[in-house]
């Protein structure tokens, strides 16, 4: 957090009116030759939306003052998809390396042995906790410490995500 505050940004839409490109920008997707690492397309971002550009911005507030103040950041990424939360962190490398998991839960993500499947064993619930916060009890946070590192989490969430879409047929 930047201060003590929390931030999100929430995009609703139809499917195909924008959201993902006016939230995080244009991405190319590239496919790999189907097998080991290459079935997992690959997803470079051209340009930034409106989450990176708010994120280089938190960063560069937060560099300005390092020698004053010491701050964090978690990331977590979240979909609505067909009704259902989905928690676009599984599975990727940084929820195995450095992920916690929200909640009553909280070993870190890499312990849970979870798959890459589509239907994560892990359920996902929204409440509102003892502070009066309204969180997701089950999502993985993953602490950042660069923009950088936000860029590479969010390259693998959606190349996960285009899998997911492309083996359900969607």
């Not at 009116?17 to 080991?36: C, L, N, R, W």
């Not at 930034?48 to 701050?71: K, M, P």
């Not at 996902?124 to 916060?133: A, V």
Request: negative net charge.
């Amino acid at each position: 957090s930047l201060e003590g505050f929390n931030a999100c940004l929430i995009c609703y839409g139809e499917s195909g009116s924008g959201k993902s490109h006016t939230m995080i920008g244009h991405m190319e997707v590239s496919q790999g030759d189907g097998f080991g690492d290459d079935s997992v397309p690959l997803v470079k971002f051209q340009d930034h939306g409106i989450h990176f550009r708010a994120l280089n911005q938190l960063f560069q507030v937060s560099n300005r003052r390092r020698n004053i103040f010491e701050d964090s950041f978690t990331l977590s990424i979240l979909e609505i998809y067909d009704e259902k939360l989905v928690d676009l962190v599984e599975g990727t490398s940084f929820a195995e390396r450095v992920g916690i998991i929200r909640g009553g839960d909280t070993r870190k993500a890499s312990s849970r042995n979870e798959s890459n499947n589509s239907e994560s064993s892990r359920k996902l619930e929204i409440k509102t906790n003892h502070e009066g916060d309204t969180v997701v009890d089950g999502q993985i946070l993953v602490p950042i410490h660069s923009m950088e590192e936000a860029i590479r989490l969010w390259e693998q969430c959606m190349s996960l995500r285009h899998k997911r879409l492309v083996d359900s047929g969607s």
